[in-house]
């Protein structure tokens, strides 16, 4: 937190400043490990083994948050009698089919809710498509009722089955897997859990590189079980943090240039499961389901009106005709393939540096290289706009500018200072940006690149009667008389309108399903609540609550904490007066306190549903999790998870330790693209896995940002950290050769790049299942453009997936290290070739 | 005449406080007339760093239509007008040199850019955009299933993109069918 | 010796004939809570448009600033310590051992005494803005000048390039610029608290590392600092450079540190040179009069 978000961290120190006692868990001493208390050297790629252990510690001490956790949890339901756990099948989950490598996902299900559960066949669209994104703003389906058993007793109640499946995580488990000293892990369970009550709360921060596994999702989810588990979810100064890395990338998000995404969540609709309008609509809504969610249609339509206004009608489904179809995978990385298959024609880059910033950078070149056009929008020349001249492919002869047909046009963009509009920072948080200055020159904002293109393309379209040409007409695309569109009437149009008076919404739930109001993104609705700019509002935070309210806006409806009815106990008090945050005021009969309630403003706590009731009525005056299906904080999830519904330690894609628990190595659904040109290295129990003998890291420094291209431009960023490096210890530094400030080089099966060497004491060794494991950790910052310049990591890294949400494992690989700098030119390809041959990856005919 | 000789460092030292010449007497022409550039602004703006997440609040104060420095905004609940290394480097990236002002276009197997005028470029972006539409469509599947799109065209980006950007970007893509859009959120 | 206008406790600007100034300003770097980012650096150059310092990997563990010159007026130091007795590197069966790596000779680097932990220390370091300030001294320009806030600061369109402050001052930090031949280094940004304002570098510190404010105030809240450190069980919290008798009179800048200076890179001792003016123009004095004695004595016997 220290390196990557610097300024955040300035509240870690408060706290500290304050009694905290501040717990780093890393593979690496990094600036976060200078200013805690306890350091935690772990291995890379063993969280789940390690958080795990926290888990069986808190259930087999009985250290859990009990009235929180039956309250607020699904601890009590009842899980399927046709459930089997990984403890039984040596590391799978009942339901699994190794043709498809998908679970069928019946018998996980809640008993007496199996014929809810996902087939394998869905599983397996759900994993193309990345559908768990969708559950960002609401939980995946789940039926209301279920059977529970308020004991905990039942052996098949979830709390029952989560014990059972971490039984066997103990001390000496997390010893043998992550390295780490019993005293040191049972310090942190100790602290944890004492920490964890009515009068205290603890938070739980992780960077987005957790995300970055083949088991990513997996590892949130421990988290969060542990959060749930000690009652700090819902909480002031509890929760799970996810620190993102870029300045909009929730906004990115919740308003999605994704694949699978339309704004709000809602799924880009498929061919199959969404081949109607109403198939559609019940997919998100379901029908039978509790919670927010079931206004879905309301959300939809509103949408739809967005995009086309008065084109959008009841006859026509409100244009859901138009909307494209997915038929599976369409993912950044299935799209890189694609282009070196000659598949794909032109290529938008914006802000973006694939070239450096993605995994498996080579794939990433020669994709762009087989393109008809590209365009890069950005401030800076960068290194995927020049590729075609002075890529690491043109070195190696692969890529000859003469034989490279890509036309590349570059568009130099507008800065953040240069433009209007909002970003949504990591906690939700929309902020207004005023203009400063123009931009220079050409430099034109991506608002003016997008309005002008469209309206170039409509323009070219104005007499077509072609049916795929009545979408790009019937689009409203009005912002403004002036060159530059106007933010925020595109600000208005996400908040929505009531069609009818010509108001802008003040909340969602004013949203209607019969085309009377219209809104581009649901869950913002309400950063133009009466009709003010609610995102533009700079109250300073010293003259407001700690919770400032009125800074920004925060979806949905300005709630800072989500759940936070969950800072109550279940008769509406709050846990403590410490901890107090929001609570039920049973003389206003309203729920009252710092934050907006996260529940209906007048429903009591001793509200209970009638029979049969669906939806928000459902919701009963205990369930804080409002927009999970069953009102509960899953400990257990019976559904929306492809790789299973409890986490499980799987060993990296590429490891060199055999998965001590099963005889499953890694994560058996792991979205994988087997090509010769996407190789991974061996793993245990595979002999040659030998070849890649350590593990390696890569992250990023407080002096730069992502791929370089706003950092190694920039002369005071650059000579803080003016070259690429390798850091390791003084152990392996031995082992190998490697002298302080020396060259080596890193190789895979992908690349061998080369980094000056930093030999220190904050990477060690650790002792793993007997033997010794080196980690080696790399920045990920550099390229070929820039101040300064030098190999990129990511060029190390092959494309492996987390299959919920397909976003690749670059935060561990294994590797080998020399001294010396690598081969340079064509002998580059022969050196890495070698690697291959020993490694068993290729023969000598180059299959 | 009596100016000159008070604006004469010796004169202020021998007849004012400072014998020794080390502080009244010595300030400079230079020293007397300076003033913070933050305070000769002719305006500010209230901004947000282009970085992480953290969402600092920034100030962005501008002279003459040029950005003259950027701050921290003390105002702001979430950085309390702190910056980061990067952050501090803000006015550095707005009014780096280095910044591209030109559309640059690197034609099929060419091995230099050449300038190309805006206008041209977005006009032959617009094109290209259809051309690669109409050669890739998708009407509907082998059972009549409505597609609607396109796989011949992809973007990646938006992580430091405004909301409203984003929006009108997938709205656009969206209605042209083209479905390969994608940003750092998967990465 | 006793103090006077060149040695021992003074109000700074009063001395340098600034009649009722406002109070001495200055820094107090609280090294405890410093998380190395550089936001001081880079906000420093940004504001008073300090060049590039070269863009050097140094291996002096995440430090490639090197040290405080003409080119960087803040400078962060890392210090990597290792603790006697790793348990964890013993642990994997390895030990630590003697590598003959640069740096492992450094003060500090090294602890005899058990320590809890491996630790990394960072620091940010700045002209300390002395009571006596050696580089002023002497100055023979006037280009090195005290401000009313009791700061020392270079004024560039004075400056000659002489380079005569760059000897004087015990702590190495003021420097003259290549190719502009110069002396520069920080100057608590002059402009800036003229108007009021937070020097560049204090405002952007994250996490409150560096403190400006009225010095005395600055001494008592470090004060407060060491003895909450101290009940936190930080027993090696200790104050650097507060002290009005040290060598240059008290630090208008200084710090807490969790090592002895050496450490970090900081003179244990630093004395400004003008401490012995009087007593060398004593000398000196003396020496003349008995060279004109002698001259006399030797006019005398010429005539006798």
Redesign the interface.
């Given at each position: 937190m220290?390196e990557?978000?610097?300024?955040?961290?300035?509240w870690v120190?408060e706290a500290?400043?304050r009694g905290a006692k501040i717990i780093h868990i890393d593979p690496r001493?990094t600036?976060?490990?200078?200013?805690a208390h306890?350091?935690v050297?772990v291995r890379a790629g063993a969280d789940i083994a390690f958080l795990g252990g926290v888990i069986n510690y808190i259930l087999s001490n009985e250290k859990d948050f009990r009235e929180y956790v039956l309250a607020y949890t699904n601890a009590s339901m009842l899980v399927s009698e046709d459930f089997q756990d990984t403890e039984e099948l040596d590391g799978l989950f009942s339901g699994f089919d190794p043709e498809t490598r998908a679970y069928d996902q019946s018998s996980w299900q809640y008993a007496g809710q199996q014929d809810h559960g996902q087939e394998e066949g869905e599983s397996h669209v759900d994993r193309e498509t990345?559908s768990g994104l969708e559950q960002e703003s609401h939980g995946p389906p789940i039926p209301a009722d279920v059977p529970r058993d308020p004991t905990l007793q039942d052996p098949r109640c979830v709390y029952q089955v989560l014990k059972r499946h971490y039984a066997r995580y103990t001390p000496e488990v997390v010893e043998q897997l992550c390295?780490v000293?019993r005293e040191k892990f049972l310090e942190v369970c100790e602290a944890w859990t004492a920490n964890s009550n009515r009068e205290r709360t603890t938070a739980l921060v992780y960077s987005v590189g957790w995300t970055q596994h083949s088991v990513g999702v997996q590892y949130i989810r421990t988290g969060a079980i542990i959060q749930l588990l000690l009652g700090n979810m819902g909480r002031p100064g509890g929760g799970v943090m996810a620190?993102?890395?870029?300045?909009?990338?929730?906004?990115?998000?919740?308003?999605?240039?994704?694949?699978n995404l339309?704004?709000g969540y809602l799924p880009?609709p498929h061919?199959?499961q969404h081949?109607t309008f109403d198939q559609w609509i019940d997919a998100i809504r379901h029908p039978e389901q509790k919670g927010f969610w079931a206004d879905a249609k309301a959300y939809a339509v509103s949408l739809l009106k967005s995009?086309w206004g008065d084109a959008a009608t009841e006859e026509n489904d409100y244009g859901y005709?138009?909307?494209?179809?997915?038929?599976g995978d369409?993912?950044?990385y299935q799209?890189v393939l694609?282009?070196i298959d000659g598949?794909?024609?032109?290529?938008?880059?914006?802000?973006?540096n694939?070239a450096v910033?993605?995994?498996h950078g080579r794939a990433q070149r020669l994709g762009m290289a087989n393109l008809?056009?590209l365009?890069v929008?950005?401030?800076?020349?960068i290194e995927s706009a020049t590729f075609?001249?002075n890529g690491p492919e043109v070195a190696t002869g692969e890529i000859v500018?003469?034989?490279?047909?890509?036309?590349?046009?570059?568009?130099?963009a507008a800065?953040?200072?240069?433009?209007e509009?909002?970003?949504?920072?990591?906690?939700r948080?929309?902020?207004w940006?005023?203009?400063?200055?123009?931009p220079?020159?050409?430099?034109?904002?991506?608002?003016w690149?997008?309005?002008?293109?469209?309206r170039?393309?409509r323009e070219?379209?104005r007499d077509s009667d072609r049916?795929?040409d009545a979408?790009?007409k019937n689009?409203t695309w009005d912002?403004g008389s002036s060159d530059e569109?106007d933010?925020e009437l595109?600000?208005k149009?996400?908040n929505g309108y009531d069609l009818r008076t010509g108001d802008l919404l003040g909340s969602y739930t004013q949203m209607k399903p019969d085309g009377s109001t219209s809104g581009?993104?649901w869950i913002?609705t309400g950063v133009y609540a009466d009709g003010v700019n609610q995102a533009a509002r700079?109250?300073?935070?010293?003259e407001?609550s700690?919770v400032?309210p009125e800074?920004?806006w925060v979806w949905p409806a300005n709630r800072r904490t989500l759940y936070n009815r969950a800072s109550a106990d279940p008769d509406g008090k709050p846990w403590s007066e410490r901890k107090k945050y929001v609570w039920w005021d049973a003389g206003k009969g309203e729920w009252t306190g710092d934050d907006v309630p996260d529940f209906e403003k007048t429903k009591p706590p001793s509200y209970r549903p009638p029979e049969g009731s669906t939806g928000v009525a459902a919701i009963s005056g205990d369930d804080a999790f409002i927009m999970q299906g069953d009102g509960k904080g899953w400990l257990y999830a019976p559904s929306g998870l492809i790789d299973g519904p409890m986490p499980t330690h799987y060993e990296p894609a590429e490891s060199g330790v055999r998965n001590p628990l099963y005889g499953q190595q890694a994560n058996p659904t792991r979205k994988v693209y087997d090509r010769t040109d996407n190789l991974t290295n061996p793993s245990a129990p595979d002999s040659r896995a030998a070849v890649f003998p350590y593990v390696f890291s890569t992250s990023r420094?407080?002096?730069?940002?992502?791929a370089g291209g706003?950092?190694r431009?920039?002369?005071?960023?650059?000579?803080?950290?003016?070259?690429m490096?390798v850091e390791v210890s003084?152990?392996l530094?031995?082992e190998r050769g490697l002298t302080?400030?020396g060259w080596a080089h890193i190789v895979t099966a992908r690349a061998a790049i080369e980094a000056?060497v930093?030999?220190?004491?904050?990477l060690?060794?650790?002792?793993i299942e007997g033997r010794?494991v080196h980690q080696i950790w790399m920045p990920y910052h550099w390229g070929g453009e820039g101040?300064?310049t030098g190999d990129s990591a990511n060029d190390l890294i092959g494309i492996t997936l987390d299959p919920n949400?397909?976003?690749?494992e670059s935060k561990v690989g294994t590797c080998d290290i020399r001294a010396g700098r690598r081969p340079s030119g064509p002998g580059l390809l022969a050196y890495v070739r070698g690697y291959r041959l020993r490694a068993g990856l290729e023969d000598e005919s180059g299959k | 005449m009596r100016t000159w000789i008070e604006g004469w460092p010796v004169y202020r030292q021998l007849t004012g406080t400072d014998p020794l010449g080390r502080g009244a007497a010595a300030k400079s022409d230079g020293s007397r007339a300076l003033e913070s550039r933050t305070e000769t602004a002719d305006r500010v703006a209230k901004s947000v760093c282009p970085y992480c997440a953290v969402g600092c609040g920034q100030r962005i104060f501008v002279k003459d239509e040029k950005v003259v420095q950027i701050e921290g905004d003390p105002d702001s609940p979430i950085s309390r007008g702190r910056l980061c290394p990067k952050g501090s480097a803000s006015k550095s990236l707005v009014t780096s040199d280095r910044r591209q002002q030109h559309v640059l276009y690197r034609r099929p197997y060419g091995t230099e850019w050449e300038r190309l005028d805006l206008d041209t470029a977005m006009d032959m972006i617009a094109d290209r955009v259809l051309a690669a539409r109409d050669a890739t469509w998708e009407e509907s599947d082998a059972d009549g299933r409505p597609l609607n799109r396109t796989l011949g065209i992809s973007s990646l980006g938006g992580a430091t993109l405004d909301n409203e950007e984003n929006y009108i970007i997938k709205k656009l893509f969206t209605a042209l069918g083209a479905i390969q859009i994608e940003n750092q959120a998967r990465i | 010796m006793g103090s006077n206008s060149l040695y021992g406790p003074i109000d700074p600007a009063t001395d340098a004939g600034y009649v009722d100034p406002p109070p001495r300003m200055g820094f107090f770097t609280d090294t405890s809570v410093c998380i190395g980012c550089k936001a001081c650096e880079v906000a420093c150059k940004e504001w008073n448009l300090v060049p590039d310092d070269g863009f050097n990997l140094l291996g002096h563990s995440y430090d490639n600033t090197g040290g405080l010159s003409a080119n960087s007026w803040r400078h962060v130091a890392f210090v990597e310590q290792p603790f006697a007795g790793d348990a964890l590197a013993e642990a994997a069966g390895t030990g630590t051992q003697f590598l003959g790596m640069p740096l492992s000779d450094l003060p500090g680097k090294a602890t005899p005494g058990p320590r809890g932990d491996f630790r990394w220390l960072m620091m940010s370091n700045v002209c300390k803005h002395c009571t006596h300030a050696g580089c002023l001294d002497v100055c023979p320009t006037g280009a090195l000048f005290r401000t009313e806030f009791g700061t020392v600061v270079v004024q560039q369109d004075i400056c000659n390039g002489c380079g005569y402050c760059v000897s004087g001052c015990p702590y190495g930090v003021i420097d003259r610029r290549e190719g502009d031949g110069r002396a520069w280094k920080c100057t608590l940004c002059y402009d800036r608290i003229g108007d009021g304002l937070t020097p560049a570098c204090a405002k952007a510190c994250p996490t409150e590392s560096i403190q400006f404010g009225e010095l005395d105030e600055l001494r008592e809240r470090a004060a407060r600092r060491v003895e909450d450190l101290h009940e936190q069980g930080v027993a090696e919290a200790r104050l650097y450079g507060h002290e009005e008798d040290n060598g240059v009179g008290g630090d208008g800048a200084f710090f807490l540190l969790l090592d002895e200076p050496e450490v970090y890179g900081l003179p244990p001792d630093p004395v400004v040179a003008t401490r012995d003016l009087p007593r060398m123009w004593k000398r000196a004095g003396l020496a003349a009069l008995a060279m004109a004695a002698s001259a006399v004595v030797a006019f005398a016997g010429r005539r006798g």
């Open positions: 220290a990557a978000h610097p300024v955040g961290f300035q120190i500290k400043k001493f600036r976060t490990s200078a200013l306890t350091f050297p990345a390295g000293p620190l993102r890395g870029h300045a909009s990338i929730q906004g990115s998000t919740d308003i999605p240039t994704l694949f339309l704004p880009m061919f199959q081949e995009y005709g138009w909307l494209p179809r997915l038929t369409h993912g950044t799209q694609d282009m598949k794909v024609k032109g290529y938008f880059l914006l802000g973006q694939p910033g993605s995994a008809d056009w365009v929008r950005d401030l800076f020349m075609w001249k500018p003469e034989q490279c047909k890509t036309e590349v046009f570059f568009m130099p800065s953040h200072a240069e433009k509009g909002t970003f949504t920072q990591t906690q948080m929309l902020q940006r005023e203009k400063a200055v123009d220079p020159g050409d430099a034109r904002s991506e608002l690149f997008f309005y002008h293109l469209g170039r393309i070219r379209l049916a795929r979408a790009v689009l912002y569109p933010a595109v600000l149009e996400i581009g993104c913002y700079r109250k300073p935070g010293s407001q700690y400032a800074w920004g420094l407080t002096e730069h940002h992502t706003m950092s431009q920039l002369p005071y960023l650059s000579e803080l950290q003016p070259e490096f003084p152990q530094a031995a302080h400030l000056r930093m030999i220190t004491d904050r060690r060794p650790l002792r010794t101040v300064v949400v397909l976003i690749q | - | -």
